[in-house]
């Protein structure tokens, strides 16, 4: 009977150690037999990493855990670096305060096994809270209410194309890719401050998604709002990607990549004025 295709978990660690137990648990406690874990820490400002040098220490013999420690050089750039280390046919990003759910591994590489010509498969994630609570039961339709997709839309290429240009919420946790395609296809653009939505976007245009009907992981949201510097800057990533997808589509794509862009454009005039409007009424 041939072997299942070897699985990679990639997981870039930043200052969780009071999460990442929960998703290393996650991993080992997936039934798929071939599996590996690849952890690198990004320069941690918490130097204390004994939560997942213990955990490699009792499990080692269970599944290979190659862990990485050095520098930090960003989020983008350690995506990259988990991928290229790895050795799975198939990978799956996890940061390291979410964690797996369902018991769906096996299920999500079938697919694959069947649509080779599929780079990435998406799939819904609950959403917690920083205690584990249930704070939305389904990503896709729940979270960003003001974003609400139509799930209908995930079952075909063009419906794909539509909810990820205008109501993209994907999150960390809800793919698996095919390591091989995902290289190929340039992997992560490390000039962006938000990589992922550029990537779904290139992989929307090559018609490379695939979407499995199911909940697979659990999206963490805890800590502080994004500051005023941070959304400009998320929002000026979303203006480059917008640009950079744009000849990558035709109609009726290309028009609404083109409105999202000038939609951006208005927002990073408007958040300098926004921000020092409180300067001077002295709420900075």
Known sequence: ???????????????????????LDSILNETYPNKEIVIINDGSTDTDISVINNWIERNSHTLSINFISRENKGITKTFNELATTSKG???????????????????????????Q??????????????????IHSSSINEWLPHKRSNKKNYFSDEGLAY???????LNGPCSMMNKKLFIESGSYDESLFLEDWDFYL??????????????????????????????????????????????LFSNPYKKQLFIKKIKCQIQLIIYPLKYFSRMIRGKL
């Open 117 to 134: 010509e599929k780079m990435v498969l998406i799939a819904d994630t609950t959403v917690v809270d920083g205690n584990s609570k249930i």
């Open 202 to 247: 290139r992989a929307a245009a090559e018609k490379s998604i695939i979407y499995y009907d199911n909940k697979v992981a659990a999206y963490r949201i805890h800590g502080k709002n994004f500051s005023s510097k941070s959304k400009y800057k998320l929002t000026y990533s979303f203006y480059l990607s917008a640009k950079k997808s744009y000849p």
């Open 89 to 115: 046919k198939y990978i799956v990003f996890c940061a390291s305060d979410d964690y797996l759910i369902n018991n769906t591994i096996k299920d999500r590489v079938n697919i694959l096994e069947k649509n």
């Open 163 to 169: 909810e990820i240009i205008n109501r993209w919420k």
């Open 1 to 23: 009977m041939p072997k299942e295709p070897l699985v990679s978990f990639l997981i870039p660690y930043y200052n969780h150690k009071q999460y990442v137990g929960q998703t």
